[in-house]
């Protein structure tokens, strides 16, 4: 099969027809119409096989992990996703893999409302890149750039549990199922970042890893935060998993796509009804203080924390 067989047999008509989309797959660009008193938000990433995924990753496992990974960061500014587009490097055209691709991206499209607009495909290791594209009321967008002294900074999920899922997968684990599935079908959390987006003064994504990924949110607001170690989430499955390293993959780990963000006081009990409205799990970590840098708090205890996550070079 030649590329444009490929894109006619497997590509053809993933995700919703969105009202935003004025022209999708089948010419040289696309065309995205922008309603009025909306600005478009968009993002990029790469996923590489043995640094994103694993090796021989199946089909699906693949679509989710990439969708997710682009996804969340449009939920980190309070967008909804209108499109996407899909640049797609495979080593062979087999339909046993992107069968099982194509289908739990259409799915994973459908879900998020979200349509697949364009693209490319080419021979070579496999890689994926996908480009987002989401609206948000004008002015309206959640920066990473917003926090304020006094602010409570929370996080949505459980963190760290994708970590040691990977883990586990690589040690070739039996059981260890939730862990396992925090990293193989992860959710991005654009719905609750859309609702919380008139609340929440900055907000980020979490996919380095909390500690590193917050500390982009406090250097991007100059300001520092006091994290109180007993508040951060640890799921069952976790400290079954790590026990005494559990919370070193809560704060180091990555590849969570969940949300973290600061709430004024004020604020606090509304975030909570959209909590509880949405079926979020919300935890508040930490307050935003205006001394520079990072520290965890155990009773009267304050000690700074080692700023570190996951780097690509």
Same mark, same amino acid.
């Given at each position: 099969m030649d590329e444009f067989s490929i894109i006619e047999a497997y590509f053809t008509g993933v995700g919703v027809d969105h009202d935003a989309v004025t022209k999708g797959p089948g010419d040289d660009c696309a065309v995205l119409a922008v309603p009025d008193g909306c600005e478009l938000c968009v993002s990029t990433d790469t996923l590489l096989e043995r640094v994103h995924f694993l090796e021989n990753a199946s089909g699906e496992v693949v679509a989710a992990r990439s969708l997710t990974a682009n996804i969340?960061?449009?939920?980190a500014m309070g967008a909804t996703p209108i499109g996407f587009l899909l640049a797609l490097t495979i080593p062979h055209a087999e339909d046993r893999w992107l069968g099982p691709f194509a289908k739990e991206l259409s799915r994973r499209a459908v879900e998020h409302g979200i349509s697949l607009v364009g693209g490319n495909m080419s021979k070579g290791p496999l890689s994926v890149t996908i480009t987002v594209f989401g609206t948000v009321p004008k002015s309206g967008a959640m920066m990473r750039s917003g926090a304020g002294v006094g602010d409570a900074i929370y996080v &949505?999920?459980?963190?760290?549990?994708?970590? %040691?899922?990977?883990? %586990?997968?690589?040690?070739?684990?039996?059981?260890?199922?939730?862990?396992?599935e925090a990293y193989l079908n992860p959710q991005p959390q654009w719905r609750f970042g859309s609702r919380i987006r008139e609340l929440a003064t900055a907000c980020i994504d979490i996919s380095d890893g909390f500690v590193v990924d917050l500390n982009h949110l406090l250097t991007a607001s100059e300001?520092?935060?006091e994290?109180?170690?007993?508040?951060?989430?640890?799921?069952?499955?976790?400290?079954?998993?790590?026990?005494?390293?559990?919370?070193? *993959?809560?704060? *180091?780990?990555?590849?969570? *796509?969940?949300?973290?963000? &600061?709430?004024?006081?004020?604020?606090?009990?509304?975030?909570?009804e959209i909590a509880e409205q949405t079926g979020t799990q919300i935890?508040?970590?930490?307050?935003?203080?205006?001394?520079?840098?990072?520290?965890?708090?155990?009773?009267d205890e304050r000690s700074p924390i080692d700023i570190k996550g996951y780097k690509h070079f």
């Open positions: 969340s960061d449009l939920a &949505t999920g459980s963190l760290g549990q994708a970590a %040691a899922g990977l883990e %586990a997968l690589k040690q070739a684990e039996s059981g260890q199922l939730p862990l396992k300001v520092g935060a994290l109180a170690l007993d508040d951060v989430p640890l799921s069952k499955a976790l400290r079954e998993f790590a026990d005494e390293k559990a919370l070193q *993959y809560v704060m *180091y780990g990555g590849d969570d *796509y969940e949300l973290c963000f &600061t709430i004024p006081e004020g604020h606090c009990r509304e975030l909570a935890s508040r970590v930490a307050t935003v203080v205006s001394e520079i840098g990072l520290w965890s708090v155990i009773g």
